[in-house]
C-alpha cells in the first residue's frame, strides 16, 4: 500500500468474545457491553507516537484467520493512507474499506463481510468493515472496470455470495 513499514508499530490486543465451557455439553459467551460505549473492533488506528510512528493494533482473534488478518490490516493501513498522509481532515470508515480496493487487496475485505461459521453443534456468522456483501460485490465490479478487465481471473477467489453481488454489478 505504498507505506514505509519502518514507520508504524504493530501490535495486538484482545477484546474478543469469550466462550466458557464447563464440559457439561453447553457452552455460554460473554462479550463486550453494548451499553459501556465500546464496540467490538477488528483493528485500531492511533496517529503517530512520540517515536513519529503510527499505532496500529490488531485484535487477536484475526491472528487465527489469514483472510481477516489481512483485511485488517489492510483496513488499518488504509486509514494511515487517508487520516496519516492528511488526504482526508476526518475519519469516515466506508471510504476507509474501500480504500484496500484500489491498491489490490478489496478481495480480503469483501470476503471478510460476512462469514458463516457452522459446526455440528451450532451456527453463526461474523463480519468485519463497514460495507455490505452487495456493496462490496459492486466495488470489485468497479474496479474490474477500471482495470478493463471483463472476466478477471481474481473472481475464482471470492466467496460466493460476493462473487454472486460482484456478477450482478458487472451487468448494470
Request: no cysteine.
Amino acid at each position: 500500500m505504498e507505506l514505509e513499514i519502518s514507520e508504524i508499530n504493530l501490535d495486538t490486543y484482545e477484546q474478543s468474545l469469550q466462550e466458557f465451557n464447563g464440559g457439561f455439553g453447553h457452552r455460554i459467551w460473554t462479550e463486550v457491553d453494548k451499553g459501556s460505549g465500546e464496540e467490538m473492533a477488528a483493528g485500531l488506528y492511533f496517529d503517530k507516537n512520540e517515536q513519529g510512528k503510527y499505532e496500529i493494533f490488531i485484535e487477536k482473534r484475526n491472528l487465527n484467520d489469514p483472510e481477516n488478518l489481512v483485511a485488517t490490516v489492510a483496513h488499518e493501513f488504509a486509514h494511515i493512507k487517508l487520516l496519516g498522509e492528511k488526504r482526508l481532515d476526518f475519519n469516515d470508515e466506508e471510504l476507509t474499506d474501500l480504500t484496500p480496493v484500489v491498491f489490490g487487496l478489496g478481495i480480503f475485505n469483501a470476503n471478510s463481510s460476512f462469514k458463516e461459521h457452522k459446526t455440528y453443534d451450532g451456527y453463526g456468522h461474523n463480519s468485519i468493515g463497514y460495507l455490505k456483501q452487495k456493496e462490496w460485490g459492486y466495488a470489485l465490479a468497479l474496479y474490474a472496470y477500471f482495470r478493463e478487465e471483463e472476466n478477471p481471473d481474481w473472481i475464482k477467489y471470492l466467496t460466493p455470495n460476493i462473487k454472486s453481488d460482484f456478477k450482478k454489478a458487472l451487468i448494470i
